[in-house]
């Protein structure tokens, strides 16, 4: 069975028991819907960035004068460096918001993940249970 590398970010702030799982490797959602990823993981900046990034690039081969093949392959490129630096943003971003890189899971899925990292934390795991 296939296994992931998960980053786990808590939140720095003792009141709230914020815990993030972020995965490692190429994130498809981003390379197809960046500007909506991006919203959804409420990185502004980023989304504001990357939608100024492909108004540019349209706008200079327009002005330019290059063909519709060479818009594509620009933008096809973009996306993909997009889909490839997703994730690091995300963790960026979290830490930004004032979260702190905890540990590192290896697991099949998100869902193990945080059942792992919860299993050999017993007193996060029992903090987070008393505030649901």
């Not at 009141?15 to 799982?21: A, I």
């Not at 002005?63 to 818009?71: D, F, H, P």
Request: proline content about 2%.
């Amino acid at each position: 069975m296939k296994t992931r590398l998960y980053t786990v970010h808590l939140l720095d702030n003792s009141s709230d028991d914020g815990l993030v799982l972020v995965k490692e490797g190429f994130c498809w959602l981003a390379f197809f819907i960046a500007i909506p990823w991006a919203l959804f993981h409420r990185m502004w900046a980023v989304a504001g960035a990357f939608a100024v990034l492909q108004i540019s690039l349209i706008v200079l081969f327009k002005v330019a004068n290059i063909m519709v093949t060479g818009q594509v392959i620009a933008l096809f490129g973009l996306a993909l460096a997009f889909g490839f630096l997703a994730d690091e943003l995300r963790r960026n971003a979290l830490t930004r918001q004032g979260y702190y890189l905890e540990e590192i899971v290896l697991e099949q899925n998100i869902d193990r993940a945080t059942q792992r990292f919860l299993d050999a934390r017993p007193e996060l795991s029992a903090r987070m249970a008393s505030r649901s």
